[in-house]
């Protein structure tokens, strides 16, 4: 395995879900020190597992990613801690319910976009300057297939994650000239909690046959995993993508390229 960040400081949100747990792995592997971001009452535990074999330096933060006030700490907390911040992986999410635009409870949409939209946008408001002060960084938004496509019933998840598409290209127009590097994952059938959760409000005692319905229309027919989200991350995390920026990257089997 290469060591592409070596004593480099990578900062993952989401870190205790399935595709954060799968970056941490990926990026202590290649020699980063680790600060995994979740919610209180996560299993942050899991992530500093995943870090452990590598022999890295990793910490655990607490803080919810739509609030400026926790995001501007864990920020603070990992330069405090390691003196840097090169990397942030913006990939905390949640999935909203499924449910119809027109009976979507406002609190419910609200919250969707606050942590989808507004929490990726607090993550580069906030790392962006720390990695400044370092001479540059890269930063990876988590999006979806869905902030490509429209999804009947996903109308919160899905505008959150076309904002995050359009959040990204602007970014990276911005950040740029100041050395920071800003590009988006695509993302979608992967083996997560958040698929079994759709599986589950889609098709109730029914999410069998709809998991096998989603990957039977995959080109691929199976759902993607964890570390290949995970892969594509950390190469565009990395010097390997240096004329990289602002691009938008699916990892969903070849999904949307049509049927």
Not at 12 to 39: C, H, P
């Amino acid at each position: 395995m290469r060591m592409r960040f070596q004593d480099k400081v990578v900062v993952v949100t989401g870190a205790a879900g399935g595709i954060g747990l799968a970056a941490v792995r990926r990026f202590a592997s290649e020699g980063a020190r680790i600060v995994a971001v979740d919610l209180e009452g996560s299993d942050l535990d899991a992530a500093l597992s995943e870090a452990e074999p590598f022999g890295v330096d990793a910490i655990a933060l607490t803080a919810d990613c739509s609030d400026g006030g926790d995001v501007s700490r864990y920020v603070e907390q990992s330069v405090a801690e390691f003196g840097r911040l090169d990397v942030l992986f913006n990939n905390a999410g949640i999935e909203g319910r499924i449910i119809g635009l027109l009976d979507y409870p406002e609190e419910d949409f609200d919250r969707v976009i606050n942590v989808n939209l507004r929490g990726v946008w607090l993550g580069m408001k906030h790392s962006a300057p720390a990695m400044i002060t370092n001479g540059g960084g890269a930063i990876v938004n988590t999006a979806s297939t869905a902030g490509l496509l429209g999804a009947r019933g996903l109308s919160a998840y899905v505008a959150s994650k076309h904002g995050v598409v359009g959040l990204t290209k602007s970014a990276a127009l911005e950040l740029v000239p100041q050395g920071v590097r800003v590009n988006a994952v695509c993302p979608s059938p992967i083996e997560t909690r958040m698929m079994r959760s759709l599986e589950e409000g889609i098709g109730g005692d029914q999410a069998e046959m709809i998991r096998k319905d989603f990957a039977s229309r995959n080109p691929m027919g199976r759902y993607g995993e964890p570390d290949e989200v995970a892969a594509l991350v950390a190469f565009l995390a990395s010097k390997d993508a240096s004329y990289i920026n602002g691009g938008i990257y699916t990892v969903d089997g070849g999904s949307v390229s049509g049927r």
